[in-house]
């Protein structure tokens, strides 16, 4: 492992290269702050990546012959780019990447990661973020590592031995924190109605927001339940810190929990470091249908953007707008359904902040369908929880209209006639 300053590193990345971003709070800033500064010896330099944080600079305009951004999932900080054209994005499962990446589907060049320091051993950790980002960084050419003394070391598939890295570059920077304010009176009361169908001993596999922290907050009461989920919270840990969180009936890991990468604050961090009751596993593993499924009582909680009045989950765009990505969402709404006694659930507001319903006869021209309508079962708001299965169209649309805001449910019954009759 050579150690190397930033600007160093990064002049092995040449013009046509396709350079893969560790994931998530792993996002090494210093590697890529210091590629984008040589955007003047660089042309079409292809970037892959998942959700990042940071300031994601090579999305600006005057840079677009430099780099050619192609999210896997789009955040906040290259969405503008994505919707305006100067960046693109690639519809792929979660699961469904590291293939992606070890059968040179999509051939690696570069891989900019992020680790904990060596051990005694010689080996490093991904610490929070192991998902595809461990795929690329075995399938890519050359792997720079920003080693970090923050990065907790994380047990589980993460492990890499400095003799895997070829430049090594040093910091001492604080691991990106993702904070949520306080939930909203209606976060909480879908917190509430989620979990009321959560039962003792369930598998749960959860998101990262309001929502999801609301409904983990109404847990406290509950009893063995187990974790198997793409992301690990703040929220999670709470639980498992009151013992809230056994795994005792789960079939695979029983006892551990099962995550992808870490999102949270620093005393999540802390409390993951050298932590093994948390394994942290290839993204091709943990949201494997066949893995998840043998687990019992698999309740997958997970968002959207609109729903439909027969069940077609909008989760990733807001009419031809890309907004977020597919990620996860499809893996776990069937793992979950496959699983005994399992619960997919989508939960979200009646209303956007504009006062438009979520709920809607139709989707918005161009919307994309994350979930189908014959994957679909659980849609909770804060009016209640509609359950789709083994629902005709008719029942469907009366169902959700039920769990819309009352200000829009008798146009909302209008539009449905027109198309089903009377409901």
């Not at 003047?40 to 944080?53: A, C, F, Q, S």
Request: charged share 20%.
């Amino acid at each position: 492992m050579k150690i190397v300053s930033a600007e160093e590193a990064v002049k092995v990345i040449k013009s046509n290269d396709n350079v893969y971003l560790h994931s998530a709070v792993a996002t090494p800033e210093r590697l890529v702050d210091a590629m984008v500064a040589r955007h003047t010896e660089l042309e079409n330099v292809n970037l892959y990546h998942m959700h990042i944080e940071g300031k994601a600079a090579f999305t600006n305009p005057l840079y677009q012959k430099n780099f050619k951004d192609h999210a896997l999932f789009v955040s906040n900080n290259v969405r503008k780019a994505v919707q305006s054209g100067l960046a693109d994005y690639i519809p792929i499962f979660y699961s469904e990447i590291p293939r992606v990446f070890r059968n040179g589907i999509i051939p690696l060049d570069v891989a900019l990661m992020h680790l904990s320091p060596p051990d005694k051993h010689g080996n490093c950790s991904l610490g929070v973020s192991v998902e595809c980002s461990l795929a690329a960084m075995q399938s890519a050419k050359i792997v720079i590592a920003q080693i970090n003394h923050n990065m907790p070391r994380t047990h589980g598939d993460g492990v890499v031995h400095i003799s895997k890295i070829d430049y090594a570059v040093e910091v001492n920077d604080p691991i990106y924190e993702v904070i949520y304010g306080e939930p909203t009176e209606i976060e909480m009361q879908i917190g509430k109605n989620v979990a009321s169908i959560i039962e003792d001993g369930a598998t749960l596999q959860m998101g990262v927001g309001g929502i999801p922290n609301c409904v983990l907050s109404c847990l406290t009461n509950h009893k063995n339940l187990g974790i198997h989920t793409e992301m690990f919270s703040d929220g999670l840990m709470k639980l498992t810190q009151k013992g809230v969180i056994t795994g005792k009936f789960k079939k695979n890991h029983r006892g551990r929990i099962v995550s992808g990468l870490v999102m949270g604050s620093k005393k999540l961090y802390d409390f993951i470091d050298d932590n093994q009751q948390i394994a942290m596993l290839d993204i091709g593993y943990v949201n494997d249908t066949a893995v998840i499924r043998q687990n019992p009582k698999v309740t997958a909680i997970n968002s959207a953007i609109e729903v439909d009045m027969f069940g077609q989950i909008c989760a990733d765009s807001i009419g031809l707008l890309q907004y977020s990505g597919v990620g996860g969402q499809m893996d776990f709404m069937r793992g979950a359904m496959l699983s005994e006694g399992g619960k997919p659930i989508i939960a979200l507001p009646s209303e956007t902040n504009k006062g438009e319903s979520k709920i809607v006869n139709f989707l918005k021209h161009g919307a994309a369908v994350v979930t189908t309508r014959a994957h679909a079962r659980y849609v909770v708001t804060e009016y209640g929880i509609a359950d789709l299965y083994a629902k005709n169209l008719k029942q469907r649309a009366k169902l959700l209209i039920d769990i819309a805001h009352p200000m829009h449910r008798e146009n909302l019954e209008i539009e449905a006639y027109k198309v089903l009759g009377k409901i």
